[in-house]
């Protein structure tokens, strides 16, 4: 079980985030997914309109894996986003400086929550 829920987290990022497949979401995302940041909308219609926002503000955006835990039915993930901001982004018109977004992924069966813990940083070229 281990593997194939990496193997989910790893699909996830690849088509959702850095393919732009929000078709994945529905196959993958948990209904009652909450991101911790309140701000943003929860559920999988909130996690497409997530990745359709950053695919907007960040057209050359990609999430990479960094690493994987996995036990059981949990998979935690940390991972970075990297990016130059070329598109409004929640109100922030671009500003065309590199973007990093580091965070963590968890996903856990469907008799648990699933969360998305991320942190914004932006570095200048």
């Given amino acids: 079980m ?9 699909r996830f990022a690849e088509e959702g985030f850095n393919q732009g497949d929000t078709d994945v979401v529905d196959e993958i995302v948990a209904d ?3 991101y911790n940041d309140s701000t943003l909308p929860s559920g999988r219609d909130g996690v497409k309109q997530v990745i359709q926002m950053f695919r907007m503000a960040f057209p050359d955006g990609r999430l990479s894996i960094e690493s994987l835990i996995a036990e059981g ?3 935690v993930a940390r ?4 990016s ?3 598109g409004e982004f929640i109100g922030i018109p671009p ?5 990093h977004i580091q965070g963590l992924i968890s996903r856990a069966s ?5 969360r998305s813990i991320g942190e914004l940083r932006t570095r200048s070229h």
């Fill in 73 to 75: 039915d949990l998979v």
């Fill in 84 to 86: 130059i901001h070329s």
């Fill in 95 to 99: 500003t065309g400086r590199a973007v």
């Fill in 2 to 10: 281990s593997q194939k829920n990496k193997d989910l987290l790893r």
């Fill in 32 to 34: 009652d997914f909450v």
């Fill in 79 to 82: 991972s970075i986003f990297t």
């Fill in 110 to 114: 469907k008799a648990a929550r699933s």
